[in-house]
């Protein structure tokens, strides 16, 4: 087999769950696999005390660590388009089917979409066959990174709610954390708009 990320050939090792089918097959070999980072936790909370979107977000659950190797994959993946890395975490996200929230991917602004030609994090889940719901729409084609705490807090509200979400409780889905403010914005119009809870998983972690 190829590897998917760095395309030199390995030998997957066998096994009765994968000689039955009950396992998929490995598209990554052990080199690259080895090189990701599961994330440590992080007092994600703190810096949105005293704000606004205090509370608009219940929990916040994140995979993978953005060191040096996952920010190469990271690249190739969603700048370089090669959408097939999707795959590569496919079981990452698996889980995902057994839990009885409303799968939410963050949405692209239209004109970032198109620009990219796909939702990286709609692929993310795709891979995983995992079902999902658009509810959330993006209002504001611009990044949080580089801004101020300050400049995050009263910034316009990037996303606005489009389906009912009345006393559900969402699972929202993004694949990189950094500032926290895309996550925090898209709770608090959940939230307002009458979600019951609302709780995030991330791919990365920065």
């Known amino acids: 087999m190829k590897c998917l990320i760095c395309t030199s050939s390995f030998v997957e090792i066998a096994s009765w769950r994968k000689l039955l ?3 998929s097959p490995q598209l990554v070999c052990e080199k690259c696999l080895n090189k990701f980072e599961k994330v440590e936790e992080q007092d994600w909370e703190k810096e949105w005390k005293g704000t606004k979107f205090e509370g608009a977000l219940d929990s916040l659950t ?4 953005y060191n040096d190797w996952m920010k190469q994959v990271y690249q190739q ?12 975490f496919r079981t990452d996200f698996r889980p995902l089917r057994k839990k009885k929230e409303k799968i939410v991917p963050i949405p692209l602004h239209p004109d970032m979409l198109l620009e990219r030609t ?4 709609d692929e993310l889940l795709h891979a995983a066959n995992v079902p999902f719901i658009h509810v959330l729409s993006k209002t504001l084609n611009q990044s949080q990174i580089g801004k ?3 400049e995050r807090v009263s910034s316009e ?3 606005t709610v489009t389906e009912d979400v ?4 969402i699972l929202l889905i993004d694949d990189l954390y950094t500032t926290g403010a895309t996550l925090h914005h ?6 307002k708009a009458g979600a019951n809870s609302v709780n995030a998983l991330t791919l990365i972690r920065a």
């Open 186 to 191: 898209a709770a608090y119009v959940l939230k």
């Open 157 to 159: 509200l990037i996303f």
């Open 118 to 121: 796909f939702s990286q994090v």
């Open 77 to 88: 993946y969603k700048f370089q388009l090669d959408v097939e890395l999707a795959n590569v």
């Open 62 to 65: 994140s995979i993978y660590s």
């Open 148 to 150: 101020s705490k300050k």
């Open 21 to 23: 089918l009950i396992k």
């Open 166 to 169: 009345q006393k559900q409780d």
